[in-house]
């Protein structure tokens, strides 16, 4: 079974500190992903990584970075927390064997910024 | 841009069938998911279509018309564990997803 974790499922942050949001997968996936779900919206996705140290943007990149310095750890980084990055962030992971492959999510982190 | 449209709500009975429909207008399309996601949970995998016509896994089916721009999950012999939502996603490219916004199913006794 594969395995997506993350480092917090709820997290209260003040406006202006630096983030950090940690997801490991241990199924040697080489893509991994950040998405923010927000009602009405749906998940919009933020970054992914195609291999290690490798990143591009998704659709909402602003106000956010990445990192990946290991194949099984992706991060997100929130430089300076806003009020309106309060979310749920999903990471998901998937093999690099095609066009359809399956992602996989983890539980997710709740984010407040005050 | 994209637009991928799902009903917000749908309520049904504990051992109905319940459809939920899908539509999209997308700048690409290489296949479509359908997700399920509990409260507070992550989205699972439930189906993948990229030819047109039905899929059948177990009380789960997933339809596909690309000339229409359509997809519906069926799900029959409801339970309650089948109250969560429902996310319909549209893959443009190479591992690039789309999503709508969700159906959550509520299911009563």
């Known amino acids: 079974d594969v395995k997506v974790t993350q480092s917090s499922r709820y997290l209260v942050k003040r406006t202006g500190e630096k983030v950090f949001l940690e997801c490991v997968q241990d199924?040697?996936?080489?893509?991994m992903f950040w998405y923010r779900q927000d009602p009405g919206l749906g998940l919009r996705l933020i970054y992914f990584?195609?291999?290690?140290?490798?990143?591009e943007k998704g659709d909402i990149p602003e106000g956010y970075s990445v990192s990946r310095e290991k194949k099984e750890r992706f991060s997100l980084i929130l430089e300076s927390a806003s009020t309106n990055q309060t979310s749920m962030y999903l990471c998901?992971?998937?093999?690099?064997?095609?066009?359809?492959?399956?992602?996989?999510f983890g539980p997710g982190t709740r984010l407040l910024v005050l | 841009g994209q637009n991928i449209d799902q009903p917000t709500e749908m309520t049904a009975t504990e051992g109905a069938i319940v459809q939920i429909n899908c539509t999209y207008q997308t700048s690409g399309f290489n296949g479509l998911f359908w997700y399920q996601q509990h409260a507070g949970e992550a989205p699972t995998f439930l189906s993948y279509n990229v030819l047109d016509g039905l899929e059948e896994k177990g009380r789960f089916s997933s339809f596909l018309s690309r000339s229409k721009g359509y997809s519906y999950l069926l799900l029959k012999e409801l339970q309650m564990k089948d109250s969560a939502s429902y996310l319909c996603?549209?893959?443009?490219?190479?591992?690039?997803?789309?999503f709508g916004t969700g159906t959550r199913l509520l299911v009563s006794p």
């Open positions: 998901a992971s998937s093999l690099d064997q095609g066009i359809q492959e399956t992602q996989y």
């Open positions: 199924m040697d996936h080489e893509n």
């Open positions: 990584s195609y291999d290690v140290k490798m990143k």
């Open positions: 996603a549209v893959i443009l490219g190479f591992q690039k997803l789309v």
